[in-house]
């Protein structure tokens, strides 16, 4: 029962530590991933509050040293799967009927952990398991997944404080409810925020879960099990399960108790579970949600008044930052001929002083990319590239798997504007450049528009604001998430919630209220205060 209208804390990001040289957190993160990198951890399957073993296991190893083993987990069979959804509907009234304070307790104190007890650890295991550099995994597995939890507690309450108007005959109110039945949360390799936040974020709103992280991600996917363990979250409201995918898919889309997917991952999967879902149809007592976020194929547009320098700077960390492994790496420039001579100077320049290697080396930029199956896709357009007539690789262009799986950063410039690698997502640190002519600006627009079947994120770069209005317009369908004068990644939750549409999923804007709508189900109440007696109205005298 109500006991009074609560305030949760006021949400306020992250900041960002430094890990200048000397500093502490310095010290305790490479204190943790040497700890971590020389011991072996087991992860098993998480149903119902426990630990499960099954006899058929996989082994962990970092892309930048993969002979390396860090550790075993489990793979799920089919009735593991069937288990963690019998357990999921079991815990869900409970875990409905939980007045909503409690819910906001248990994730702002799991917030309080990665800020506190677990942010090396987190840190080191993101670092070990994706290959991040210390930056990349700060902003990530620590910063943005506690901006997650906190913003989306404060963004509950003012979903919930949204009511409808009343009047002396009536109260009317709103009840957001959670989805009738259970949810299922698909997450990637590339972002250990995004593997907390999918189920999370759907718990937090009175929903049950079954989570199935990216096997590439297991190693940090671990971590943030135990930090929603500790922070006590109840037994069967959030379920892990590792392993097949097309099975585990084919197992919870078979339940009619099936109400909602939350995905992040590839466009081509998200297509075809789009397609079970309404294959399936008839069989499920409601509707299911369908939210996700898929591929991109990300632009940098420069005008002839961008200061060369900036745009420099926007392609290296726009394109290379975290390997290009983000949905919104930038992978295509179109930058206007007056300035390409000053632009391809300062990158061909800054791409000089960018070493690879181990994170654990904090002077590297760069790591190793995620497995050998996108080391060889990468390489194979590279080696396209070196040949085509179309295509000259003005910077990087090497790659070794020997040790780990590193690919240089690499630009290519094209003459052809809808050259392959200007038009198929590659999820690498490989960047096509295509230079206009000045007087095509207007056009340049329309070919960015028309080249992707994406629409994730995209950047203007210009000093006119006529020419960044005129892009403004004309990209309007073409980015979910627009930026002028800058990179196109990094966005912040609570600040720049993120999305895209067209192919690249359903806009539904994580780091946003936005989301959270998608997992509550209203229920309209009216209380009349005098009940009419009489069914005659006053037109009938």
Partial sequence: MGKGFFKVPVAVNEPVKTYAPGSPEREAVLAEYAKMYKSTVDVPLYINGKYVKTDNTRTMSPPHDHKHVVGTYHLAEKKHVEDAIATALEARQAWAD??????????????????????????????????????????????????????????????????PASTSDAWNRIEYRPLEGFTYAVTPFNFTAIAGNLPSCMALMGNVVLWKPSNHQIYSAKVIMDVFEEAGVP???????????????????????????????????????????????????????????????????????????????????????????????????????????????????????????????????????????????????????????NATIIAGGNYDKSKGYFIEPTVIETTDPKYSTMCTELFGPVMTVYVYEDKDFSKTLQLVDGTSEYALTGAIIATDRYVIDEATKVLQNAAGNFYINDKPTGAVVGQQPFGGARASGTNDKAGSAQNLLRWISPRMIKETFVTPTDYRYPFLG
């Fill in 98 to 163: 939980l007045p909503w304070e409690h819910r906001a307790g248990i994730f702002l104190k799991a917030a309080e952990l990665i800020a506190g007890p677990y942010r090396a650890k987190i840190n080191a295991a993101t670092m070990i398991a994706q290959s991040k550099t210390i930056h990349q995994a700060e902003i990530d597995s620590a910063c943005e997944l506690i901006d997650f939890l906190r913003f989306n507690v404060q963004f509950m309450t003012e979903i919930f404080n949204d009511q």
């Fill in 235 to 389: 037994a069967g409201v959030i379920n892990v399960v590792f392993g097949d995918a097309a099975m585990i898919t084919e197992s919870v889309m078979a339940s009619p108790d099936f109400s909602g997917l939350h995905y992040t991952g590839s466009t081509s999967v998200f297509q075809s579970l789009w397609k079970q879902i309404g294959n399936n149809i008839t069989n499920y007592k409601t509707y299911p949600r369908i939210v996700g976020e898929t591929g991109g194929k990300d632009f940098i547009v420069a005008h002839k008044t961008a200061d060369a320098k900036q745009v420099a700077t926007a392609i290296v960390r726009g394109a290379f930052e975290f390997q290009g492994q983000k949905c919104s790496a930038a992978s295509r420039a179109y930058i206007s001929k007056s300035i390409w001579a000053d632009v391809k100077k300062y990158v061909i320049e800054d791409l000089k002083t960018i070493t690879l290697g181990s994170p654990e080396d904090m002077s590297n930029f760069m790591t190793a990319v995620i497995h050998e199956a996108s080391f060889d896709k990468l390489a194979s357009y590279i080696d396209s590239a070196k040949k085509d007539k």
